[in-house]
């Protein structure tokens, strides 16, 4: 499949997934997804999987006790009495205004699960990528040539390595592949003077993160001269961990790039 059929794809199953199991469009989708590449099939998985967690955190938004029954007496208890008809009885738009507001109540209440289940997600990350960082991992390539390192990690991972703006006075000095928390990462290392700095590329969607990332600061708290930016920037995830003060004891890395 070329470029544009994939993509065409990926559409498709984002129409689909809503879909019950036994839907006919559904059991085609997902035979012709189990005839294409892997990193498809993954994608699929993790679709459906956002999409059940949807269905229980919906359930779990329910408006407080007799709400939905206030909201919809809201008609009768108008007390509108005039010569039009649509005043004598309650109106039709005014129910339908009052099964808007508790759908509205439920989504609040579903948006707020989901925030909370972002927030624990990106604190994850913060705190997986700062104990890395802190462990110095042996490089398992040493170089400052993105492009190389990109050539020798592309094909452990399902998404496409790029590197963000970083500040131009950061050095690349070497990467590895990383696993923390159950997922896959591409560790570079980055410094500039004495300081020393640690980048991940991650897939949002691994953490349970459905959406990209505004950037922002997480500041752990149990250590406070250190901190981790999260963020999305052409379609890669990342999370940037600095820590002020001097570097670890100088590990030695095991390989150079003329061994991979």
Request: net charge neutral; aromatic share 6%.
């Amino acid at each position: 499949m070329n470029a544009e059929q994939i993509e065409q794809l990926r559409r498709r199953m984002g129409e689909v997934a809503a879909l019950s199991h036994d839907d006919p469009q559904r059991q085609a989708l997902v035979q012709q997804i189990s005839e294409v590449n892997g990193a498809l099939e993954r994608e699929w998985l993790e679709l459906i999987h956002a999409d059940e967690q949807l269905r229980i955190d919906l359930a779990r938004a329910t408006p407080p006790p007799g709400l939905e029954e206030r909201l919809l007496a809201i008609p009768g208890q108008a007390g509108l009495r005039g010569r039009g008809r649509w005043i004598l009885r309650p109106s039709h738009w005014l129910s339908a205004l009052a099964a808007v507001l508790v759908i509205a109540v439920a989504l609040w209440s579903l948006t707020g699960v989901t925030k909370q289940r972002e927030a624990r997600a990106i604190d994850l990350v913060a705190t997986v990528t700062l104990a890395s960082h802190e462990s110095e991992p042996e490089l398992a390539i040493v170089s400052s040539d993105w492009n190389a390192i990109r050539s020798a990690f592309q094909q452990s991972v399902y998404y496409p390595l790029d590197l963000p703006t970083l500040d131009t006075n950061l050095t690349l000095t070497g990467a590895k592949m990383i696993n923390l928390a159950g997922n896959t990462m591409v560790h570079t290392r980055w410094e500039r003077g004495s300081q020393r700095y640690s980048l991940y590329q991650f897939c949002g969607k691994d953490f349970g993160l459905s959406g990209p990332l505004p950037r922002q600061e997480v500041k752990p708290a149990s250590k406070s001269n250190a901190k981790v930016i999260v963020w999305t920037e052409k379609h890669c995830d990342y999370a940037l961990v600095v820590v002020e003060g001097p570097p670890a004891k100088e590990r030695q890395p095991r390989a150079d790039l003329r061994a991979i």
